[in-house]
């Protein structure tokens, strides 16, 4: 287990960038593939993209493709979120997470340890 705690959330306009950060604790954070969910008020929530603890492999849901870009710095224990091209559907809370082993994951289930959330709002 680690624990995670999300930073870099905030409001922007249509069309802006952010970028989200999760630091981790533990002494094995190399060791475990890491993704970012999100959730719209009234929605559930959802996969946005994941990274295998290599970075050799990650996935991306088909909303954000080519326009956000996951990446981890295991020296740091940190997992970004680049968000471009923003759009007021992107508003949501967004969750770091880390997975149960170090395989690619997408499935929420598969993910153990959750950060608390930071928010997202993008204004048209």
């Known amino acids: 287990q680690v624990q995670l705690v999300e930073s870099g959330g905030g409001l922007v306009q249509s069309g802006g960038s952010l970028r989200l950060s999760c630091a981790a604790s533990g002494r094995t954070f190399s060791s475990y593939a890491m993704g970012w969910f999100r959730q719209a008020p009234g929605k559930e929530r959802e996969f946005v993209t994941s990274i295998s603890w290599s970075s050799a492999i990650k996935r991306y849901a088909d909303s954000v493709k080519g326009r956000f870009t996951i990446s981890r710095d295991n020296a740091k224990n940190t997992v970004y979120l680049q968000m471009n091209s923003l759009k007021p559907e992107d508003t949501a809370v967004y969750y770091c997470?880390?997975?149960?082993?170090?395989?690619?994951?997408?499935?929420?289930?598969?993910?153990?340890?959750w950060g608390q959330g930071t928010q997202v709002t993008v204004s048209s």
């Open positions: 997470a880390a997975a149960n082993s170090g395989l690619i994951a997408t499935i929420e289930a598969d993910f153990g340890s």
